[in-house]
C-alpha cells in the first residue's frame, strides 16, 4: 500500500471569477501530523472544504488511499473514515462530555444517530467512550455537562468525539484558535499524543504549535502552493516570509526558540 494517505492533483476553485484555490498539489503521507499554513486569505479552509466536500472543485481531482473521491458526497468521505473539526466547537453543549462521545461513537453502528432511545440502551457504548476521554485527559469530566467545560477542554472533547468515529484522517480546522497560553500547550500536546498511529491535517495560525509537531508544511499564498518540506526549511524560505509581509516573520523565526 502507498505510504501516501491523501492526494490532490491540479486542485482549483473558483467562486464566480475569483479563484481562491489554484492548481494545488498536495501529499499527505499516512502516519504523519501534516499542517497547512498561510496568510489571511490564502485558501486553506476552502482547501479543506473541497477534501470534506463541503465545496466541489472547478478543476483538479483528490485522490484517498488511492481512491478517486472527487465527485463524491460529504456523507461519503465522512464513512471513508475522513473526518473533520471546525474553527468553531461543534460538540451538543446541554450534553455531558461522556454523552457526546457517545454520538460519535454511534456512527460504528451504520444508522443514523438515535438520540430518541433509551440512555440505558446506549450503556453498553460506555466502556469506550470512557477510554476515549481518558485518551484526552476528560474522564475526570464524564459527568460534566460541555457548556460548562473550559474552552480548551471542549476542543479536547471535540477531538474525542471525532476520535469516536474512527477516523482513518483527522482533518483539524485551527484547533487552538482563541486559547490562552496554556491551552495551547495542552490541546498541542493532546494532538501529539493522538497523532500517534494516526494522520493529521491540519490549519494552525500559531506557529510555536506547527513547528513543535508537524512533521511537514505546506504553505499556501494566494491559493497556490508556495514553499513545502520540513518547518525548519519552510520557515526560512524568503518567498515565504515575502507572502506573511513580516506579520508573522517573527513568529516563524521565534518558534525556533
Known sequence: MSDLILETRDLSKAFKGFVAVKDVNLRVARGSIHALIGPNGAGKTTCFNLLTKFLTPTSGRIFFNGTDITREAPAQVARRGIIRSFQISAIFPHLTALENVRVGLQRREGGTFRFWRSVSLLDRLNPRAMELLDEVGLA???????????????????????????????????????????????????????????TILMVEHNM?????????????????????GPYEAVSRNPEVMQAYMGTVEGELQGAHA
Open 140 to 198: 475526570g469530566f464524564a459527568a460534566t455537562p460541555a457548556v460548562q467545560l473550559p474552552y480548551g477542554r471542549k476542543r479536547a472533547l471535540e477531538i474525542a468525539t471525532t476520535l469516536a468515529m474512527e477516523p482513518e484522517l483527522m482533518l483539524l480546522d485551527e484547533p487552538t484558535q482563541g486559547m490562552g497560553h496554556e491551552d495551547v500547550d495542552r490541546v498541542t500536546q493532546l494532538i501529539r499524543k493522538v497523532g500517534a498511529g494516526r
Open 208 to 228: 510555536k504549535v506547527v513547528s513543535s509537531i508537524a512533521s511537514t508544511i505546506t504553505v499556501l499564498a494566494r491559493g497556490m502552493v508556495l514553499a513545502e
